[in-house]
């Protein structure tokens, strides 16, 4: 396949920092609980920042580090589940904030496996010549979605923002997608949407919880199934698309959820977990920002250098899921 190069990345959280112990002070946890069951010791926390602004911030340092200015974007493509608005979208506010006035926008909901769409999606806009330069981003908001009295959902989730700048290359690519729209109802946050004056409960019950709030919430056990089969599983297809087996691959950067979930992915591919690039300790889960943040964060700690094939892999709500092989 044609592939991408991946011309500079950036990363951007908010300064402010929720430890565990921060945690058991509002909800019944403590740091033992929550680091033995997740790995996560503290995540960065939202004080009013606009997802735009997050996505904004990130944007900026990988134009620098691509030593490019907005005006040279053609595409700029934003993942994110937490949109400030239900329009506009959240990548217009990005480009008008970037003067990437020639840029197209849009913006992708696949949650937490939300950044290989978006990627691959590039890729392909990329590749037909119409495209020169593309913008990726993954924008995510998830203290706005987050209930601070739930503690199997607050201890788990981090704000933050982290972006690709990219061009077609004739480098090593694959993608392996997917989705299970049976699991819808295992992570769901409904629209924050006033009761209408008519529904037919009966005829659009769709199975998920009955909630009237907005908050995220999942079936952990779940979710954790889901998880736990499909890393190795989206990852062994992407892999076999360009006949490589997982030792091949230099660093894994996967979807930053759960250590357990990490572990039992290293297990299943029969790769050592110093293979796999791990922030959750620091960052906890950013959804669709979680692969992009820890992605630029082993390039600036040197453990990806050029020419290294990765494997980004994720999964999210939908169910969705999603494996990019590359070469940096």
Known sequence: MQGINVLGTGFYVPENIMTNEDLSKIVETNDEWITTRTGIKQRHISTGHPTWYLGVEAARKALDDANLDGSEIDLIIVSTTTPDYYTPSCACIVQRELKATN????????????????????????????????????????????????????????????????????????????????????????????????????????????????????????VYKFATKILPFAASKALEKVNMNPEDIDCYIPHQANLRIIQTASSNLGIPMDKFYVTLERYGNTSSSSIPIAFDEAVKNGIIKRGDKICLVGFGAGLTYGAIILEY
């Open 103 to 222: 840029a197209m926008t849009m913006d992708v909901n696949c949650a937490c496996a939300g950044f290989t769409y978006t990627l691959d999606m590039a890729r392909r806009y990329l590749i037909t010549g119409d495209v020169k330069k593309a913008l990726v981003i993954g924008a995510e908001n998830l203290s706005t979605i987050i209930d601070y009295d739930d503690r199997a959902t607050c201890i788990l989730f981090g704000d933050g923002a982290a972006a690709f700048v990219v061009e077609a290359s004739d480098k090593l690519y694959a993608s392996f997608l997917g989705a299970d729209g049976n699991g819808a109802k295992y992570l769901i946050a409904k629209h924050n949407n006033p009761t209408r004056w008519h529904k037919d409960e009966e005829r659009f019950n769709d199975g998920t919880p009955e909630t009237d709030r907005h908050y995220l919430s999942q079936d952990g056990k779940e």
